[in-house]
C-alpha cells in the first residue's frame, strides 16, 4: 500500500517536538460545482523542532506516535524568513 503525503503550512510550533500543519483540498460542491476550500489540521511530529509556523512542508503518514500524532515531517519546502 502506498504511503500518504501531504504537503501544508506550519500553524502553531508550541508544542515539544509537535508542529500543526493545515492542509488545504480544493474540490467542487457535488450538487453546485464551486470550488471549496476545506482546511484539514494534522499534529506532525518534528523530531529536531526546525519547523517554524508559516513554513511549508511535506509529511508523510506514520505508525501512531500519540494519541494524535499520526504523521512525521519528511522535509521542509520553504521557510519563513524570521526577523
Do not use: A, L
Given at each position: 500500500m502506498a504511503v500518504k503525503e501531504r504537503v501544508g503550512v506550519v500553524v502553531s510550533?508550541?508544542?515539544e517536538k509537535t508542529v500543526v500543519v493545515a492542509v488545504e483540498n480544493r474540490a467542487p460542491h457535488p450538487k453546485y460545482?464551486?470550488?471549496m476550500v476545506r482546511t484539514k489540521r494534522y499534529k506532525v511530529h518534528d523530531e529536531e523542532n526546525k519547523c517554524k509556523t508559516g513554513d511549508r512542508v511535506r509529511i508523510q503518514e506514520t505508525r501512531p506516535l500519540s494519541r494524535t500524532k499520526r504523521w512525521t515531517?519528511?522535509?521542509i519546502l520553504?521557510?519563513?524568513?524570521e526577523s
Open positions: 510550533d508550541k508544542m460545482r464551486k470550488i515531517v519528511v522535509d520553504s521557510q519563513t524568513s
